[in-house]
């Protein structure tokens, strides 16, 4: 054993001190910076993501709108002629004289939009033609025709009630009509004198067809209806304006004795076009709220009315396709004559309205729908001419982005339109 020296007594005893681990203020730095540049990575990621994701939601949005809209279209296109006529001024079935105002199953209207509903372009806003090109309409170089134009299509049929209405006595000398109350068909529309007299509207045309299946239209000038408290109403009797002619020796076209079992269809119109619904409608017609009605928004309006075709009042609008774009209607027409053989070719109306309707077998429907707010991520490429709509300038003319777009095309039967003898 060592002894110890004299230099230790009364002193401590020096040891190395352990070196302590640590970061250098350079190294800290570094890591700063290297965690800034990873957490900005991920939420530049977790940002892009989320708005792919919200992108593809409001595309997916506008595809299920898209659907919805055609499956309406289709709905009325069946309705079509339905306890009506295909066209009044060559069915066979309609009594000679016939009506004045032409009763037609379909027009097609494939022309500048008129100004016959409140404002410019049916209730567009002039600012939509503003843009050049308009981000609506003209979008492709070279449209100088109405190719680039929304179409307008017009429905006529028994649109307010599927229900076909059976007479107890008609009285051609005082114009009346009473309906037979204990029917199925007029119990079902009128479980209350509410429904009843929505349905007998005055000013609204009625078919009244004889047991034979002869047809005359005339007008309800009135309608009365009584409804005991709790109980199905009882009676109903129309007022018409017009002739019901009776039938003769030398015509079977009329009605038949008291015309008991006469049929009575009342008719009304449907109407699809690219507008606005005016800002005097309720905020629920118009759109999904107050910012959106702006002077850039364009609808698929479905517009309810009452004949004629031209000039008829207007019952009621509702949009049909939020944010729609472009509606394009081809007719499948049948040109070979009577008895022959089909020839089906497909037209697209240049006039501003149909002469044949009956020739009308099925119609080719394309509608196109916008998101609702441009996507950064997705350029404006302008539609070349005869091309389909695929983005769409929403902020300004000279915007870099677009909204995009996205269509649907059906061919859509129009099984009332093929009556007897056409």
């Known amino acids: ?60 949005q506008t595809q299920l709108s898209l659907r919805a809209a055609m499956e309406q279209i289709r709905a009325d296109a069946a309705r079509a002629g339905f306890l009506a006529s295909p066209n009044s001024t060559t069915d066979p079935f309609v009594c000679v004289p016939r009506p004045t105002n032409r009763i037609q199953a379909v027009r097609l209207t494939n022309a500048p939009l008129p100004t016959t509903v409140s404002g410019t372009y049916r209730g567009l806003p002039a600012a939509l033609m503003a843009y050049n090109p308009p981000p609506i309409f003209r979008t492709a170089p070279g449209c100088a025709d109405d190719s680039c134009m929304p179409d307008v299509l017009e429905l006529v049929g028994s649109f307010d009630s599927p229900e076909e209405f059976h007479a107890q006595w008609v009285n051609t000398s005082n114009r009346q009509i009473g309906l037979q109350s204990w029917t199925q068909s007029f119990r079902r529309a009128c479980p209350t004198a509410t429904d009843c007299n929505a349905i007998f509207a005055p000013g609204r045309w009625i078919r009244v067809a004889n047991t034979s299946g002869f047809a005359q ?75 959106d009605n702006t002077a850039t928004k364009s ?85 070349g001419v005869g091309q389909p709509l695929t983005s769409l300038r929403v902020r300004a003319a000279d915007s870099a982005n677009s909204a995009r777009v996205r269509s649907m095309v059906s061919e859509i039967a129009l099984p009332n339109l093929i009556g007897p003898g056409q």
Not at 223 to 231: D, E, I, L, R
Not at 348 to 360: C, Y
Request: hydrophobic share 40%; aromatic share 8%.
């Open 1 to 60: 054993m060592r002894a110890p020296t004299p230099h230790s007594f009364g002193r401590p005893v020096r040891t190395r001190r352990a070196r302590v681990a640590g970061f250098s203020l350079l190294e800290l730095m570094l890591a700063v910076v290297a965690g800034g540049f990873l957490i900005s990575a991920v939420y530049f990621a977790s940002s892009r993501s989320s708005k792919t994701f919200q992108e593809q939601q409001r595309i997916a």
């Open 217 to 291: 239209f005339v007008q309800i000038q009135s309608f009365s209806v009584t409804c005991p408290a709790g109980a199905p109403c009882t009676a109903g009797t129309i007022v018409y304006t017009g002739t019901l002619q009776t039938t003769s020796a030398s015509t079977a076209c009329g009605v038949t004795g008291l015309g008991t079992g006469s049929r009575i269809g009342v008719l009304s119109g449907v109407r699809y076009f690219i507008g606005q619904v005016p800002a005097a409608l309720s905020l629920a017609n118009r759109g999904t709220s107050a910012a």
């Open 299 to 383: 609808d698929l309006i479905r517009e309810r009315f009452s004949l004629p075709i031209v000039g008829g009042p207007v019952l009621g609008m509702s949009i049909a396709l939020e944010y729609g774009v472009e509606f394009d209607v081809r007719f499948v027409v049948n040109t070979a004559p009577n008895n022959q053989p089909a020839n089906l070719v497909v037209r697209d109306s240049a006039t501003s309205e149909t002469t044949a309707p009956e020739d009308v077998r099925s119609m080719i429907v394309r509608v196109s729908a916008r998101t609702r707010d441009e996507d950064d991520m997705w350029p404006f490429v302008p539609r």
